[in-house]
Each structure stands twice: as structure tokens, then as C-alpha cells.
């Protein structure tokens, strides 16, 4: 039991660890690592299965895809570091992580999210970016003149969604966006 509670003492870092993202564009409020993995479960439990989707796998897979930034922080592409050395960092910190819970399952289902081979693989990660897009308009809202600077949250984003049920929350995301109303 003490290897799990610490173990719970490391994943409890990304309560606090801000998201780099809405911290280098000067979010003064900036979500945790944690808010965004819980509402991005929460999006997978909702909408897994309406979606055909396996829903436990996928709540499982969105609430450990991000387990490594408690150990590595929350590493953006504006870092400069290659998307390869950022997954063997991740890798590590995984491996770390679990290596005293004995739970393979856990590196299991992130390693399948990293791999981005099965359909709910797939589908997590389309969550994980319209969760991020979620919170890029509420931070439009509460910070008006931030807008400009949330764009490149936006950039892209549409041409690699792939599920419908995912693509209709980006279209009613974008246009409250473009309304101007949450």
C-alpha cells in the first residue's frame, strides 16, 4: 500500500502543474494537467459508446494519457524537443511511474494511446483535442483580448479529426466561436 500511496503522491503533481500552453500565452488562471485529463474522461464517458467505442477502455486510456507529465512536465511542441525524444521521455516516466504498483495495465493503455493504432486510441485523442479547444473558447471568453493569441489552438485541428460524433462538437465549438457566445 505505501508504493500505491506514493504513487498517488506523484500523479497528484498534475494538479498542479499548469498547462504549458495557456501559460506561455499568459492565462493567468491556466487549467492543470488534471483539470484537462478529468474533463477529457468525462467526454469519453459520455461519448464513447455513442461513438461505438469501448467505454471503459476509453475513460482508462483518457484518464492515464497524460500520467507522464507528472514526472516531465507538460511538454509542448514549442520546446524543442523532437516529438521522438518527448515520447521517450513520457516512456520513461511511465515506466517509472508504474514500476513499484506492479500494474502493466496502466503502461499498457498509455503506450496504446502513444501508438495511436486502435479505434479508441483514436478517438481519445480526438477527445484530448476538443477538450483543449473547449477550454481555448472558454479562455476567449473570459479573456477577450487573449483571443489572438489562443489562434494557434485552432490551427489544424479540423483536418485530423476523424470521428463524426467528434467533428459535430468541433463545428458547435467553432461556431460559438464565431458567435461569440458560450
Known amino acids: 500500500m505505501n508504493d500505491i500511496l506514493e504513487f498517488l503522491h506523484k500523479v497528484g503533481r498534475l494538479k498542479r502543474l ?8 499568459g492565462i493567468a488562471d491556466a487549467e492543470s494537467v488534471a483539470d484537462h485529463s478529468f474533463r477529457t474522461a468525462v467526454a469519453a464517458l459520455v461519448l464513447s459508446e455513442r461513438a461505438g467505442m469501448d467505454k471503459n477502455k476509453c ?3 483518457a484518464l492515464v494519457h497524460d500520467l507522464a507529465e507528472a514526472i516531465v512536465g507538460d511538454i509542448t511542441p514549442f520546446d524543442g524537443i523532437s516529438i521522438e525524444e518527448k515520447h521517450e521521455k513520457e516512456r520513461k516516466a511511465m515506466q517509472e511511474l508504474v514500476k513499484n504498483i506492479d500494474d502493466e495495465k496502466l503502461l499498457q493503455l498509455w503506450s496504446e494511446y502513444e501508438e495511436q493504432k486502435t479505434p479508441e486510441a483514436k478517438f481519445v485523442y480526438e477527445l484530448d483535442m476538443i477538450e483543449m479547444l473547449t477550454q481555448a473558447l472558454e479562455y ?5 483580448e487573449k483571443r489572438a493569441d489562443l489562434d494557434t489552438f485552432w490551427a489544424h485541428t479540423e483536418e485530423r479529426l476523424q470521428n463524426r460524433h467528434i467533428k459535430e462538437i468541433y463545428r458547435l465549438l ?4 464565431m458567435s461569440g457566445k458560450s
Do not use: A, P
Not at 499548469?18 to 500565452?25: L, Q
Open 59 to 61: 475513460v482508462k486510456m
Open 140 to 144: 476567449e471568453q473570459e479573456h477577450r
Open 18 to 25: 499548469k498547462r504549458t500552453g495557456w501559460v506561455v500565452r
Open 174 to 177: 467553432l461556431e460559438k466561436r
